[in-house]
């Protein structure tokens, strides 16, 4: 068994946590919102408050986890904060991993954000594979094939584990 930590647990994120929760897996989901805790813990997962907005309100959460679902791909906000998460924010969260026990990273590649803003993640997410030889996944299904998407992610987290 190990543990996730799903950063944007929303409604595609809640899917994950329950699919990994029923092959074993402990799973931790972050959200920004009181309101979404709830349910989070319905879908089997701890849930955290966290903002991927501030690093620091995720790194604690950190601890005791093999594998961060970065699932940014459909952020709302401000455009500057969402060009943020993949951009800087994200390129200090994965220089930030390579003290910790994280084995690798999930990024979801694809969403109704911006394409240039997920292709610079992606930019990202493959220099911190390169340069901090940590294990990076891609998940490249459209969000809106729930299913598709859904086994992607899956099996992009059992990909890091079975490293």
Do not use: F, K
Not at 86 to 109: F, I
Not at 117 to 146: K, N
Not at 156 to 163: D, F, N, Q
Request: hydrophobic letters at 50%; a negative charge.
């Amino acid at each position: 068994m190990a543990r996730a930590l799903i950063v944007g647990c929303g409604c595609r994120g809640r899917e994950l946590a329950a699919a990994l929760v029923a092959t074993g897996h402990a799973v931790r989901g972050t959200t920004r919102e009181r309101s979404a805790l709830a349910a989070i813990e319905a879908a089997g997962a701890q849930a955290v408050i966290a903002d991927p907005d501030r690093l620091a309100t995720v790194t604690p959460h950190v601890e005791g986890v093999s594998v961060l679902c970065w699932l940014m791909g459909t952020a709302v906000g401000e455009p500057e904060a969402i060009a943020a998460v993949h951009g800087p924010r994200l390129e200090s969260l994965l220089e930030a991993l390579v003290d910790t026990p994280v084995r690798g990273v999930v990024y979801e590649a694809a969403g109704s954000v911006r394409a240039s803003w997920l292709e610079r993640g992606v930019e990202i997410a493959e220099r911190a594979a390169a340069t901090y030889q940590m294990p990076v996944e891609l998940v490249r299904q459209d969000p809106c094939e729930h299913e598709r998407w859904l086994a992607g992610a899956v099996e992009a987290v059992e990909r890091i584990l079975s490293r």
